[in-house]
Antibody, heavy 125, light 110 residues
Framework: QLQLQESGPGLVKPSETLSVTCTVS??????????WGWIRQPPGKGLEWIGS???????YDNPSLKSRVTISVDMSKNQFSLKLNSVTAADTAVYYC?????????????????WGQGTLVTVSS | QSVLTQPPSASGTPGQRVTISCSGS????????VNWYVQLPGTAPKLLIY???QRPSGVPDRFSGSKSGTSASLAISGLQSEDEADYYC???????????FGGGTELTVL
């Protein structure tokens, strides 16, 4: 059974870079069948897609985040990671990773399943 | 402010049928398939419906999805107390070039 687990710093200072990693178990991140994505949820608010990556390294992300996003994949560790730079208090959220697929359908038809349990990252000095 | 509009709340009594709407536009619901996620209190979202009306393995057939034009709906029949949760619609937006989520609907079982 595929499982995803996020890990992060918990607390990041304003203007610094937020880094979160998702470890995949029960399956290979190098599977050509799926993409892998990041979604966040500010406390008490709704969900926002951040970006997604294919095992080849090709990425696409939410333009509303104004190019602050870097998503990468480490196949040797079966992990993918998110870096968000120049953070502010507005970036405080629970960050979720999820399998985004399947690759066999157009991007416009994909869904997130399963999701990790999420990790809360607070931006504060 | 999400490009997908959901009612912030919905409610029903046990055994009742409730529907949750999701309104969008031609650049999202009107041209792409809709997914629904359920988020129980304090937990991560979970896929409930994909491709407008498909249920993943393990999701009871009490849950059904539909789409018409630029709107979609999630119906829950035989409402149970454990259905109390937040429900989110999601669809690819051709303008954003990525998936967007509705603002979520908090379902209360009275």
């Amino acid at each position: 059974q595929l499982q995803l687990q996020e890990s992060g710093p918990g607390l990041v200072k304003p203007s610094e870079t937020l880094s979160v990693t998702c470890t995949v178990s029960g399956g290979s991140i190098s599977s050509s069948r799926f993409h892998w994505g990041w979604i966040r949820q500010p406390p008490g608010k709704g969900l926002e897609w951040i970006g997604s990556i294919y095992y080849s390294g090709s990425t696409y992300d939410n333009p509303s985040l104004k190019s602050r996003v870097t998503i990468s994949v480490d196949m040797s560790k079966n992990q993918f990671s998110l870096k968000l730079n120049s953070v502010t208090a507005a970036d405080t959220a629970v960050y979720y990773c999820g399998r985004h697929g399947p690759q066999t359908v157009p991007a416009s038809m994909r869904w997130f399943d399963p999701w990790g349990q999420g990790t809360l990252v607070t931006v504060s000095s | 402010q999400s490009v997908l509009t959901q009612p912030p709340s919905a409610s029903g009594t046990p055994g009742q049928r409730v529907t949750i709407s999701c309104s969008g536009s031609s650049s999202n619901i009107g041209s792409n398939t809709v997914n629904w996620y359920v988020q129980l209190p304090g937990t991560a979202p979970k896929l409930l419906i994909y491709s407008n009306d498909q249920r993943p393995s393990g999701v009871p057939d009490r849950f059904s999805g539909s789409k018409s034009g630029t709107s979609a709906s999630l119906a829950i029949s035989g409402l149970q107390s454990e259905d109390e949760a937040d429900y989110y619609c999601s669809v690819w937006d051709d303008t954003l070039n990525g998936p967007v989520f509705g603002g979520g609907t908090e379902l209360t079982v009275l």
